[in-house]
């Protein structure tokens, strides 16, 4: 059973930074790209940014600069360091992966940036 589970979301000022984490499992861990992807309130889910198995990561223009996402191959987890949050970046934030023919997602955790 593949398993995402996120975690490090919370209540932070603009300006500040959280880390995410994405701890999988159920999943070859090193075949697989690792994406973030976030969904603000009454918008749709949008990509945030990914590290591809081999540690590329890449990142949606609107968080380019910011956040930096990483992977830890030893406890199979991805995180995203994000800094310099805004209120715009408000959101459900959720793990994603594509094994064996289908998108597996975590239950999200949420960001909350204030103004």
């Known amino acids: 059973q593949v398993r995402l589970v996120e975690s490090g979301g919370g209540l932070v000022q603009a300006g500040g930074s959280l880390r995410l984490s994405c701890a999988a499992s159920?999943?070859?861990?090193?075949?697989?790209?690792m994406t973030w992807y976030r969904q603000g309130p009454g918008k749709q889910r949008e990509w945030v940014a990914t590290?591809?198995?081999?540690?590329?990561?890449s990142y949606a223009d609107a968080v380019k600069g910011r956040f930096t996402l990483s992977r830890d191959y030893p406890r199979t987890s991805v995180y995203l360091q994000m800094s310099n949050l805004e209120p715009e970046d408000t959101a459900i934030y959720y793990c994603?992966?594509?094994?064996?023919?289908?998108?597996?997602w975590g239950q999200g955790t949420q960001v909350t940036v204030s103004s």
């Open positions: 994603n992966t594509q094994y064996r023919g289908r998108d597996w």
């Open positions: 159920g999943v070859n861990f090193r075949l697989n790209d």
């Open positions: 590290v591809t198995a081999v540690g590329d990561s």
